[in-house]
């Protein structure tokens, strides 16, 4: 997963180094110029005026003090240069930035009068800013030089220029300084190394966390709508700008609905009902609760929407669950007694002694058997209902194998259907089994009242504005629309050999995995059943 602020790994060739986020460490390289380069107008400025010579003892050296300081100035513009345009990686730049200051302020405390001037002590703000800036052992190796530098001075100012006496002593405890800030940046660098790794960890996973949260909210099946007492909308997933009917996100509730703002104004007022029914402009019925989220500071309130016909669907297949349990009971009780009626018929027919009237009477008691039988098959059928197991399918491969297998199934000749579903994009998420169930059905209803004889039957898979759909267009007379109503209700039939539970089983099925069977009429006087089918790259979840 990427993240927003970079890490960089900043190396020293005796460091294992550490990293950290490019620009607090280009940050950080920067502040240490503005000292280095004050550090050095410093020194200028005291040349220039003289007062050098009477500050360090009398300025040893004069001369070499003069070209020093301005060499050092010179030196930090032109590293400023290159740090401000970054021609160097950074590594580059800040080594050179303590390696010329280490060397600049030991010439300065050599022309300076040596250890004693004190200019010695600068050069342990250089080891440090090292130890901060580049990490691990590279400050041990700055300490190192620094040590070498200011112990070669003081050898050099004893033997060539023939003091009386040089301090060793001094020169000795200012390398140890050295030594003991480099090893402390080195600690100091190992822990905020072990703070950043921590860091960075923590922000990986709020990062990861922040996506998984956005991500669910935003693919949630019920609309999740965050505003505050002014009503203004800090937050809308897809599905409730869908149920809103609303393209944009709104700047306040009033924006989706008046009906919407008063309810939530009320509910403000008094809280004892969390609970609204609105309706909205595309004549959609929406539930709508509201729920308060108190902070530290201000309090949001989120309101949670959902389609009532959803809600209507699962209030509805709770019920259907506790009455099909009663009804695969009352099944069982009522097929002993269906069973001996038709084993009685049976025996009838088979009297040598019964009459043609008589036989006419037995063949009614074995059809309307067999009829009752059918229906219960289809409850306990019903009742057996597994829950869906859902999986992601192309639907016009699946189409193009169901049909293979149907013929073969059914001994049913190809030239009675035609396939149309050459989009191979077009994936679907629903249970395969329980769509052959809903496929077979639609199927056995157009041979059976679609006058196949008249045409070919059509099924055919398009993307339709709801979605993927099915379509089985037959060359029926088509359903007159007082019976629309009753189509899917469970019993009714036209048929006088029909149970009324295929459509209505059908139906359930399509509902159980988020699908939607239902019928129009064509332009061409088609009767035609629709199954629109729930988008595979377009999941939502349930909650």
């Known amino acids: 997963m990427s993240v927003n602020n970079p890490k960089i790994i900043y190396p020293c060739p005796f460091s294992k180094g550490y990293g950290m986020p490019s620009s607090q460490a280009w940050q950080l390289l920067s502040i240490y110029y503005v000292y280095r380069f004050i550090l050095a107008c410093s020194f200028a400025l005291l040349s220039y005026f003289r007062i050098g010579h009477a500050l360090f003892k009398g300025a040893h050296d004069v001369h070499l003090y003069t070209y020093s300081s301005a060499a050092y100035v010179l030196m930090t513009l032109v590293l400023g240069f290159l740090i401000f345009w970054r021609v160097f990686g ?212 989120m309101i949670i929407l959902e389609d009532v016909v959803l809600y209507n669907q699962r209030l509805q297949q709770s019920k259907l669950a506790s009455l099909g349990r009663l009804t695969a009971s009352i099944a069982h009780e009522i097929r002993n007694p269906l069973g001996a009626i038709s084993h009685a018929g049976q025996l009838l027919t088979e009297s040598p002694h019964l009459l043609e009237q008589d036989r006419r009477l037995t063949k009614i008691i074995q059809t309307n058997s067999m009829r009752v039988n059918r229906i219960i098959e289809d409850i306990l059928s019903l009742s057996r209902r597994t829950d869906s197991a859902r999986e992601k399918i192309n639907l016009a491969d699946w189409m193009n194998e169901y049909l293979t297998n149907y013929f073969i199934e059914n001994g049913i000749q190809e030239n009675l259907f035609k396939l149309a579903a050459n989009d191979k994009n077009l994936w679907v998420f629903i249970d395969p089994a329980h769509l052959k169930q809903i496929l077979d059905n639609l199927c056995q209803n157009a041979l059976r009242y679609g006058n196949p004889e008249k045409g070919e039957i059509l099924i055919q898979a398009i993307n339709s504005q709801h979605g993927p759909c099915i379509e089985v267009c037959d060359n029926g007379q088509g359903i007159s629309p007082e019976h629309r109503k009753q189509l899917f209700e469970p019993f009714f039939t036209t048929s006088s050999s029909g149970t009324g539970l295929g459509l209505y089983i059908s139906r359930e099925l399509a509902e159980l995995n988020q699908a939607k069977l239902s019928y129009y009429l064509s332009g061409e006087n088609r009767s035609c059943f629709s199954l629109c089918l729930q988008d595979a790259n377009l999941t939502k979840i349930e909650i």
Not at 221 to 240: C, F, K, P, R
Request: aromatic share 6%; net charge negative; with cysteine.
């Open 90 to 301: 950074y590594s580059i730049l800040a080594q050179l930035l303590i390696f010329t200051d280490i060397i600049m302020l030991t010439l300065l405390m050599h022309a300076s009068g040596g250890i004693g001037s004190g200019v010695g002590i600068l050069p342990a703000i250089s080891i440090a800013a090292g130890g901060l800036l580049i990490g691990g052992r590279c400050a041990l190796v700055f300490a190192a030089i620094a040590s070498i530098a200011v112990l070669a001075a003081e050898v050099y100012t004893a033997q060539i220029e023939l003091l009386a006496k040089a301090n060793y002593t001094y020169t000795g405890m200012l390398g140890a300084t050295y030594f003991a800030i480099a090893l402390l940046s080195v600690v100091l660098a190992r822990r905020s190394e072990q703070i950043l790794k921590l860091a960075d960890s923590q922000q990986d996973t709020i990062i990861q966390l922040e996506e998984l949260n956005q991500y669910i909210i935003q693919n949630l099946q019920s609309g999740i709508m965050l505003t505050d007492e002014e009503q203004t909308v800090q937050m809308a997933n897809q599905s409730a700008l869908r149920l809103t009917n609303t393209v944009e996100m709104p700047e306040k509730l009033s924006d989706i609905s008046e009906e919407l703002s008063n309810a939530f104004q009320h509910w403000l007022a008094a809280s004892e009902s969390n609970v609204a029914m609105l309706q909205i402009s595309n004549n959609t019925e929406i539930q709508c609760r509201f729920v308060a989220l108190p902070t530290h500071l201000i309090v949001f309130y």
